[in-house]
């Protein structure tokens, strides 16, 4: 991760008081514990999908996921605790996919800055497809207090690596609008693909906006 979301749920619940590290679980409690926390992060999605995160009510997600209330306290805090989590998971296969794609790219011997931006914008439009049940969650913008602050910190970070990726010069005002306002194009577009329900539409959404970013991504001049 890029170090902006923090710790929140299940690693939040195992941090011992005194700050140091958790000592770990037994391995079938881990794994339980893991179970439990797959539950109730499926069934907050379903919930907050059905609802919006403003009318979901916690009794209802424990009751779907057929677990104690206690359970979702102890493991997320209440309700902003799994929204995070799942912005924290979203964002953690988000990137895991990018990096993948942008090292088997180099592998193959693509060097050019421009060719690897599009190649890893391909990849996250695709991840954004393939997790479109929270895409479209982000996309109504109806989050727990404060998250708006956490995105945009979120989305600076995002901006300096796509920075780093096309090897632009930060300091130049040009450079860092450019960057911008591609990133800008990237997180519309995916947007757009938590709104669509039709795999050839969100090819096509896919495909435009990659062609969108190399007429746009070639410096002038």
């Not at 514990?33 to 209802?60: C, I, P």
């Not at 592998?107 to 931006?117: E, K, Q």
């Not at 991840?127 to 404060?146: C, I, K, M, S």
């Amino acid at each position: 991760m890029s170090g902006i979301v923090q710790s929140t749920g299940a690693e939040a619940a195992r941090q011992r008081p005194d700050g140091q590290a958790p000592t770990g679980l037994p391995e079938g409690h881990a794994e339980r514990d893991g179970s439990v926390r797959h539950a109730l992060l499926n069934t907050a999605l379903e919930v907050f999908s059905d609802r919006g995160y403003t009318d979901a009510g916690l009794a209802e997600i424990a009751a779907r996921s057929s677990l104690p209330l206690g359970n979702l306290f102890q493991h997320y805090g209440g309700k902003r605790g799994l929204y995070l989590a799942l912005w924290e998971e979203f964002q953690e296969e988000q990137e895991r996919r990018t990096a993948a794609t942008l090292a088997a790219e180099r592998d193959r011997g693509v060097d050019d800055p421009i060719a690897l931006f599009v190649a890893g914008a391909r990849a996250y439009l695709e991840g954004a497809w393939d997790n479109r049940r929270f895409a479209r969650l982000l996309a109504e913008d109806d989050g727990p207090v404060g998250f708006d602050t956490l995105r945009r910190h979120w989305d600076r970070a995002w901006v300096r690596r796509n920075a780093r990726l096309l090897e632009v010069d930060e300091k130049q005002r040009a450079g860092r609008v450019r960057v911008s306002v591609l990133t800008t194009i990237i997180g519309g577009a995916a947007r757009e693909l938590g709104n669509c329900t039709d795999e050839a539409e969100a090819q096509e959404i896919v495909e435009e906006v990659c062609g969108i970013l190399i007429h746009l991504s070639t410096p002038p001049g």
